[in-house]
């Protein structure tokens, strides 16, 4: 929809890397997803970050959401993170230190396990519906059946509601709620069995 450059970008966004093509053709396309996604029509601009999502490339990812989310349109950052949520394949969320919670005597395994932060791996995505499907990495490296919840999107928040996997089968329900705050960060708490970890994740990751 906005021309030469849009498909000079996603023609680029297809080739192995950015630094492989020209690199004043790599800054205008890169340009061009800068001035699409700061589109004075919320809608569009909205639309052209589900176009730069759908491209795969995290540069070009960046430059679109950078400009959405410098809006003060509280709808188009809502907006904004109901594409996400159902585009992003896996986030990653800093944790802090938890509360004194025992977790039933497994509080220093849990926290051990968290100590680098709290990654989950998306499926299912529907940015109709602004859900999607998160699988914790707590004591597991691979997302697990068993390890699973919806995530969903309420204005500028999201709730995910799911199992955690602890070791030999067992899991623990879990939860975890965070609000977009800053523009680019999400923040909230992690709850796993009486533990409260508080999270924050950069969605310029």
């Not at 188009?76 to 949520?85: E, G, T």
Request: include cysteine; glycine fraction near 8%; charged fraction near 20%.
């Amino acid at each position: 929809m906005i021309g030469r450059s849009l498909m000079l970008a996603l023609a680029i966004s297809c080739a192995p890397t950015l630094a492989a093509a020209d690199a004043n053709a790599v800054a205008a396309a890169l340009q061009s997803w800068r001035d699409a996604c700061s589109d004075p029509n919320p809608d569009l601009a909205v639309g052209y970050l589900g176009d730069a999502m759908a491209t795969g490339n995290i540069d070009v990812r960046k430059a679109c959401l950078r400009q959405i989310l410098s809006s003060d349109n509280l709808d188009v950052q809502s907006a904004a993170l109901r594409v996400l949520v159902a585009s992003l394949p896996v986030i990653r969320f800093r944790t802090g230190k938890p509360n004194n919670g025992s977790a039933g005597g497994r509080a220093r395994e849990i926290s051990a396990s968290l100590r680098h932060g709290l990654v989950f791996y998306a499926s299912n995505g529907d940015a109709a519906t602004a859900t999607a499907q998160w699988s914790p990495l707590v004591r597991n490296t691979v997302p697990l059946e068993t390890a699973t919840g919806r995530v969903s999107v309420f204005g500028s928040s999201i709730h995910w509601a799911g199992t955690c996997y602890y070791d030999e089968g067992e899991v623990f329900d879990c939860q975890l709620s965070a609000d977009l705050v800053e523009g680019d960060q999400l923040t909230g708490i992690f709850l796993i069995r009486d533990m409260e970890f508080p999270v924050t994740a950069s969605l310029f990751d």
